[in-house]
């Protein structure tokens, strides 16, 4: 009799077993771009999943001997850098691991860790309501002791009508495709668009845009049939049924040199032309990633008349603040009707840097802001139980200019004396703040010492880039953008009267 039980047991997990292994073994893999174009993953919006593989490929630095994708030494996934967390592959979707391997998941644009992803990842998770906008993630395998070295990529989706992944919906990256997809397109800035007396700066940010647009495009991505649901009948997230009607709005907040809030905005101009009012309402959102109104309150509403500009505001950089276009065709929507609304993204505090590493320690420092003020943050890995003693006479200096020595900072405070803060991104890591008097600016950086002389830097982080602001020089000559190291200066109509290189100490800016 048991031996008949157990030879039945065996007949039926055999099967089961065959089918694991099909699973598995089943996933395609994509190697090249033409790969990618040939299947159907994604291929329209709000779909972010194509957006995500573009945006992992940027943070790809090189393919070693091993053919592990490298990246910054900085990125540690168990630290819910990106929004990444753990998956533990209970569907058995992908192959399984060792013991000293580890899956983690990136793409949940609810977690609040994905503010930290670049805005053309999050645009139609703003500005829809649909479950597709959502559905999509990147999976990657990593060493628990290297996690900045990639054993392996993949991308999947969620089964809608299921609470787990879709195998016929997974593929394995080659590396090979994502460094393909990691180099430079061609794409120029059109100078034929510099028009008006204030064009937003063609940045860092906005080339990665274009080309993930290019890419897009190449992909065969289409955002001409989006799928929208207006979860109350009050509210118009969309005047049109193409979530393309929107592409060339941009919304931004950036911090001014007193650490307050600068909006700046293009919107396109038959918008403005067909709209009989149009607003853009500074908003606090106090639960990050939520787009609905119930936690958010309105700071300012500023009246827009120009189709593109900058106003500093007085309102205090923090996160969650975002910036949100409303357009009232007529008076009488504007006096009975809700407006159409387009959100713009987050302001994320710590300006989407994740932690630096303390060289030596299971340690991480961040800079990000709240109140306006420059504030610090210490990540402290849960096995370096001991770290107070280590660090009993570390400290953290905040200084306005990476040019600042060590001993010349506006403000410093003891890593002993950082407050434990409630931690809902990770639990590999307790997280200790300490706010500063000094207020957030471009330059602005801190500094981590191990000891009260002032030789032994073990991290340095700053949080804002070199960025264009809006700088008036005369009544007819704008400061445009910045190209390199130089600066263009340009009058108002189109024509470059100068440019000169920026010397070393504002390239740190």
């Known amino acids: ?38 299947i159907t993953y994604a291929k329209s919006a709000p779909r972010h999943g194509l957006h995500l593989l573009f945006w992992f490929a940027q943070k790809v630095l090189t393919v070693d001997q091993n053919n592990m994708l490298i990246l910054d030494s900085n990125f540690d996934p168990s630290r819910g850098d990106f929004g990444f967390h753990g998956y533990g592959n209970r569907e058995d979707i992908l192959p399984s691991l060792s013991s000293w391997q580890s899956y983690y998941s990136v793409g949940n644009l609810k977690s609040p860790g994905a503010n930290a992803l670049p805005a053309y990842v999050r645009k139609y998770y703003r500005n829809t309501n649909v479950p597709e906008r959502n559905m999509d993630r990147l999976i990657i395998s990593v060493k628990q002791n290297r996690p900045n070295k990639i054993l392996s990529v993949f991308i999947t989706a969620h089964d809608l ?61 289409s955002s001409n049939d989006c799928k929208h649901s207006h979860t109350s009948r009050r509210k118009k997230r969309s005047p049109y049924l193409q979530c393309n009607a929107y592409e060339g709005i941009k919304l931004e907040i950036k911090a001014t040199t007193e650490g307050f809030s600068k909006l700046l905005w293009e919107i396109p101009a038959k918008m403005t032309e067909n709209s009989k009012y149009v607003y853009i309402e500074i908003c606090q959102n106090t639960r990050s990633s939520e787009t609905n109104e119930v936690h958010t309150q309105v700071r300012n509403q500023l009246d827009i008349y120009e189709s593109s500009g900058a106003l500093d505001t007085s309102l205090s950089m923090n996160a969650g603040l975002q910036p949100r276009l409303r357009l009232y065709p007529s008076l009488f929507d504007f006096q009975f009707t809700n407006p159409y609304i387009w959100y713009g993204p987050e302001f994320d505090g710590a300006n989407r840097v994740i ?40 400290w953290v200096g905040f200084y306005k200019s990476s040019q600042d020595k060590n001993d010349a900072y506006s403000a410093y405070q003891y890593a002993d004396k950082f407050s434990k803060i409630e931690n809902y991104i990770t639990h590999n890591y307790d997280i200790y703040q300490y706010s500063s008097s000094l207020a957030i600016a471009p330059g602005v950086l801190i500094r981590f ?36 190291n130089y600066i263009l200066a340009v009058l108002m109509n189109g024509y470059t009267i100068f440019n000169f290189v920026i010397s070393s100490e504002y390239q740190h800016l």
Not at 165 to 180: G, K, M, R
Not at 190 to 199: H, L, M, P, Q
Not at 357 to 379: M, N, P, V
């Open 1 to 38: 009799m048991e031996i008949n039980f157990a030879m039945g047991a065996m007949r039926l997990c055999f099967p089961l077993f065959c089918l694991f292994l099909a699973s598995v073994s089943s996933l395609r893999k994509l190697n090249n771009i033409h790969d990618l174009k040939n």
């Open 355 to 394: 932690p630096i590493r303390i060289k030596g320690f299971d340690a991480s420092l961040q800079l990000y802001t709240e109140d306006g003020k420059a504030c610090a943050r210490l990540y402290i890995k849960k096995t370096f139980s001991n770290w107070k003693n280590v660090f009993s006479h570390s």
């Open 449 to 484: 010492l191990l000891d009260k002389k002032y030789d032994n830097v073990l991290a340095e982080t700053v949080i804002h880039p070199l960025r264009t602001n809006y700088s008036k020089l005369t009544d007819n000559i704008f400061l445009l953008t910045i190209y390199g």
């Open 161 to 221: 009508h299921k609470n787990d992944f879709n195998p016929s919906d997974t593929y394995e990256i080659d590396p090979a495709l994502l460094l393909q997809i990691g180099d430079p397109y061609n794409c120029t800035v059109d100078e034929s668009n510099i028009s008006g007396f204030y064009t937003i700066a063609r940045n860092t940010e906005d080339t990665e845009y274009d080309r993930c647009l290019q890419f897009l495009t190449e992909t065969g991505y």
